[in-house]
């Protein structure tokens, strides 16, 4: 791949000599493709790993539906404490409204 984009450069390279602003735009382009190719050379051959993704998927699953259970039950007992401090504040009015 390297080496068949870098003759397509070289041709369009020599084809567009004369003009500059194309020239320059050839050379970015080279320079992203060199970062493309140096990119999909660093990434790891996934062929070779083994890994189970559907028991991964089960387990995220079940780490996910205890999670937002735990969140639920965190807002239940946000909305209890509210309720009792409310309670609290209407208890305390009305008993100092009867003094």
Known sequence: M???????????????ATRGDYVQALRFMGQMA????????????LSKAKVDLSAIADQTAYVEYYRWLTYLLLLIL???ICLVACLGVAKQSRWLLTM
């Open 34 to 45: 060199d970062n493309i190719i140096r990119q999909l050379t660093a990434m790891p051959d």
């Open 2 to 16: 390297e080496v068949g984009l870098q003759q397509h450069l070289n041709r369009l390279d020599e084809i567009f």
């Open 78 to 80: 946000d909305l209890v």
